[in-house]
Structures are given as C-alpha cells and as structure tokens.
Nanobody, 115 residues
Framework: QVQLVESGGGLVQAGGSLRLSCAASGSVSNIRAMGWYRQAPGKQRELVAVIARGGSADYNDSVKGRFTISRNIANNTLYLQMNSLKPEDTAVYYC?????????WGQGTQVTVSS
C-alpha cells in the first residue's frame, strides 16, 4: 500500500505561480510512476503530468511549457511547479502513484485561479 498526501493548493491570480507537493509513504519502493491529475467541476479527471521511475516525464498539451513535474527520491516527495496559471487551470489536483497492480490517490488539493 502507498499513502499520498498533497499540499500547496490555494487561490492565485492569473499569471501567478503555485507549487504542489505530494508526500508518499508506505511501499514506495514498488512505485513505478507518479503523476498529477486534475478535475474541474462538471468535467472528467484528466492527466496533468506524469514522471516514470526512470525520470522521464510527460505532460498534458494544455500545460506544456508552464508546468514542471519533479521529484525528490530521498524524501519520497513529488512536486508540480505551476507557472503562468490560467483560470482554466482551476480544479482539484490529485497526486497519483502506480505500482504493478494498483493506482493510489491522494485526497486532492484545490487550486483556484482568478481572472
């Protein structure tokens, strides 16, 4: 089992920045990828960014060039640096971890971008 706890959400004006953090605990040695998803009201949850165990990263086209996913392996923490935020980035952001059999989710953190 893997436990995930997000932090760092909040309210920011358009053009501003936020950094989300996700602390992982439990069977972290089994994790093969981690990522960030988001869900806006009335919309489906979508992938924002993912980083594989080897370090390669991939992004939703809508955030490329603005968001950066990274990790600190020593303290089992995943980050999402979000720059040039837009009102359409407003959503609940969820941390995700995958082992060979399961997906694990954090509780979510709200990001609100005002225009």
């Amino acid at each position: 089992q893997v436990q995930l706890v997000e932090s760092g959400g909040g309210l920011v004006q358009a053009g501003g920045s936020l950094r989300l953090s996700c602390a992982a605990s439990g069977s972290v040695s089994n994790i093969r990828a981690m990522g960030w998803y988001r869900q806006a009201p009335g919309k489906q949850r979508e992938l924002v960014a993912v980083i594989a165990r080897g370090g390669s990263a991939d992004y939703n086209d809508s955030v490329k060039g603005r968001f950066t996913i990274s990790r600190n392996i020593a303290n089992n923490t995943l980050y999402l640096q979000m720059n040039s935020l837009k009102p359409e980035d407003t959503a609940v952001y969820y941390c995700n971890a995958r082992d060979w059999t399961k997906y694990y989710w954090g509780q979510g953190t709200q990001v609100t971008v005002s225009s």
